[in-house]
């Protein structure tokens, strides 16, 4: 049987513009599909319009072509795709995996898990309470042990009964969560190797659980270090990470490639697309650094976006 060409994707959210913590995760993808002559592809996942903010997907993308990564194909935008994730929900519910929840997260919180953690207590697994109406759908989990081997992390296992919970396919807005979005994005455009945030860890076990339940193909995980800054924080819009700019694209992405320990030739003589040229020729996933977090560099060394 041949091997299935490698594609990947780099999927951000239109929360805002790239900062440098998202350009690492799409300099690390773009890298690991094109060392290996594979396809890179680019997914919006404008899901959650309340934190969504105007003209963010098209900063992203404009980012994304002066940083000169190219993608195969057009954009999928998941706002386009609800008929998809509907029929996704439709073979659960068919199968018996869906019940209705009534719960809200207060209710949830209030359990009292001694680590404060919201893992859903099973509630209304069995039937809604009397009087309760069903605000969210949620999936059936079970306590069977559920492995990812990620190839830069390692073995990570999780049993879903006791780190989540049954957890939330449909939300109480009617929004489809991500968990579902992202799986069944990734079986339609046929994505074989997943390189993203370590912060996405801890959820990929939940993903590969309904990969089973809809008979989807596991891709293959590679979980980069998440940026952080100097107090440990995420670098995201709510920690006020300054944004990408594209007027200092070589230096940038010079200090993205020596963030995940690929560091160019020492010098300025390289333009970007030798830049480009030598990092994928030189990627090296055996020197990644295997760890969750990495601080990132200050912001005076990347500067903020130029206007457009």
Not at 235 to 240: A, E, I
Request: charged share 20%.
């Amino acid at each position: 049987m041949p091997e299935r060409i490698y594609r990947g994707r780099f999927a951000p959210s239109p929360t805002g513009p790239l900062h440098f913590g998202s350009l690492v995760a799409a300099v690390g993808s773009y890298l690991d599909a094109r060392s290996r002559q594979g396809e890179w592809l680019v997914r919006m996942e404008d899901l959650d319009p309340p934190r969504e903010v105007a003209g963010a997907a098209d900063r992203i993308l404009y980012t994304l072509e002066n940083f000169g990564m190219q993608w195969d194909g057009p954009v999928l935008y998941q706002s386009q795709r609800t008929d998809d994730y509907r029929a996704a929900l439709a073979q659960l519910e068919s199968a018996g995996h869906l019940f209705g929840c009534a719960c809200t997260r207060r209710e949830i919180a209030d359990t009292g898990n001694p680590d404060g953690s919201l893992v859903y207590p099973g509630t209304c697994r069995n039937g809604l309470p009397p009087g309760r109406k069903a605000r969210a759908l949620r999936v059936r989990v079970n306590d069977t042990p559920l492995i990812v081997q990620d190839a830069l992390q390692g073995t990570l296992r999780q049993v879903l009964a006791h780190a989540v919970g049954d957890f939330v396919l449909r939300r109480a807005d009617g929004l489809f969560a991500y968990q579902l979005a992202v799986v069944v994005d990734d079986a339609t455009q046929g994505i074989t190797h997943v390189v993203r945030g370590a912060d996405l860890l801890e959820c990929t076990p939940r993903q590969v659980y309904l990969q089973q339940l809809l008979e989807y193909p596991t891709p293959a995980y590679l979980h980069l270090p998440v940026a952080v800054n100097a107090e440990q924080e995420k670098l995201s819009k709510q920690t006020v990470a300054p944004d990408i700019c594209v007027a200092n694209k070589v230096h940038t992405l010079r200090l993205a490639l020596a963030f995940l320990d690929q560091p160019p030739p020492p010098g300025d003589d390289l333009s970007l697309a030798e830049l480009w040229q030598w990092a994928i020729a030189h990627w090296d996933r055996a020197v990644l650094p295997a760890r969750r977090t990495r601080q990132a560099p200050t912001p005076l060394q990347y500067g903020s976006i130029a206007p457009l």
